[in-house]
């Protein structure tokens, strides 16, 4: 309760150039994919590295001053491309994608950090884009756990249904697990309906 | 050897949020896989991610978690929809049960709206 009043309070008095834009989610949804495409789009350089193996952003990153134009309107905001939300992190897993054992210890270690701090970056969010993977099951506990936190802190949501370039891609899947949220299939990596994305990013940061 | 172990509600029901939190973990880090009835509170779930995130270690993995409501299915119709705030409102947490597994047993929980399923590791490869 405390939280939702602080958050209506922070909202209230914030300025508009002030507003943060999350990309949250689980490891590998693509969400730096999508940082990288935006900051490509809008600004001429990228966010972040990009890697097959999980847990490959383990510090929360920011972009700040992103504008987004759409016919005559603008927007501005800081991005913030958060580590990967997850319940377990199993060092041996980086050991079985290639790397070294001391590598993925201390990979291991960096991304337990950084699951943390995606949690306490959650209050300072103004709108929050939650970036699933559209070929992977989306009733996770992590999906659910994150989106649910969000409705109780009152922050707006948009989910994207990410990688539906690839054959395996189900976003009615995710239509009914989320159906009180918008809802939107591209593909971070080739920009496929990316302009329908940055339109619904003016009616989550109204 | 799975074993579970169930918590019914009453034994929760009067602790705080970090204690619940520390019980469950605790429970888990013994191997067992815990069958909770009700549910935890939406900022008790991340606390619990991000307490399970400090204990991470050479040992333990980490866990998997699902939870199950029946009272969650989106439906349209209004007496359902009262009933379901009826039963909100009479037992709140006590709703729907929370499964949770050390990592290094559960290899992946399964869930839909109304099914859990829950996988287990090959033992040699824990």
């Known amino acids: 309760m405390i939280k939702f009043f602080q958050n209506l309070i922070r909202k209230f008095f914030r300025k508009k150039t002030d507003w943060k834009l999350g990309l ?44 987004v134009k759409s016919g005559n309107k603008e ?8 580590p990967g ?8 897993d980086f050991i079985k994608a290639g790397m070294e054992r001391e590598a993925a210890k201390k990979r291991a270690k960096e991304a337990t950090k950084g699951v943390i701090d995606s ?30 936190n969000l409705a109780a802190r009152n922050i707006p949501v948009l989910i994207i ?19 009180q949220y918008k809802v939107i299939g591209i593909s971070a990596k080739y920009g496929n309906n990316i302009d329908n994305f940055y339109n619904s990013l003016f009616e989550v940061l109204r | 050897m799975l074993t579970i172990r169930f918590i019914p509600y009453y034994d929760i029901k009067h602790l705080s949020s970090s204690q619940r939190i520390r019980k469950i973990l605790d429970i888990v880090k013994e191997e067992y896989i815990v069958l909770l009835e009700g549910k935890l ?41 009262m009933r379901e705030q009826f039963l909100n409102l009479m037992l709140g947490d006590r709703q729907g049960f929370t499964i949770i597994g050390p990592a290094s047993i559960v290899k992946e929980i399964k869930q839909d709206p109304n099914k859990i ?5 090959d033992k040699k490869k824990r």
């Not at chain 2, 008790?44 to 299915?73: C, H, R």
Request: hydrophobic share 40%; glycine share 6%.
């Open chain 1, 24 to 67: 949250y989610g689980p490891p590998n949804g693509g969400k730096t994919t999508l940082a990288n495409r935006i900051c490509k789009d809008w600004l001429g350089e990228e966010m972040g590295t990009v890697s097959p193996i999980a847990h490959e952003t383990r510090e929360i990153q920011i972009k700040e001053e992103i504008i």
């Open chain 1, 75 to 82: 927007l501005k905001f800081n991005l913030v491309d958060t």
């Open chain 1, 85 to 92: 939300i997850a319940t377990k992190i199993d060092f041996e």
């Open chain 1, 119 to 148: 949690i306490k970056w959650l209050d300072q969010m103004d709108a929050v884009v939650v970036v699933l993977d559209a070929t992977k099951d989306p009733y996770s506990q992590v999906n659910i756990t994150i989106v649910g």
């Open chain 1, 161 to 179: 249904a990410n990688k539906v370039d690839l054959k395996k891609a189900n976003i009615e899947v995710l239509k009914e697990a989320f159906p």
């Open chain 2, 41 to 81: 509170k939406k900022e008790e779930e991340t606390q619990l991610i991000k307490v399970t995130m400090e204990q991470i270690s050479d040992q333990f993995k980490g866990i998997e978690i699902a939870q199950i409501n029946p009272g969650d299915n989106e439906t349209n119709d209004f007496f359902a929809k």
């Open chain 2, 117 to 121: 399923e829950l996988l287990t590791k």
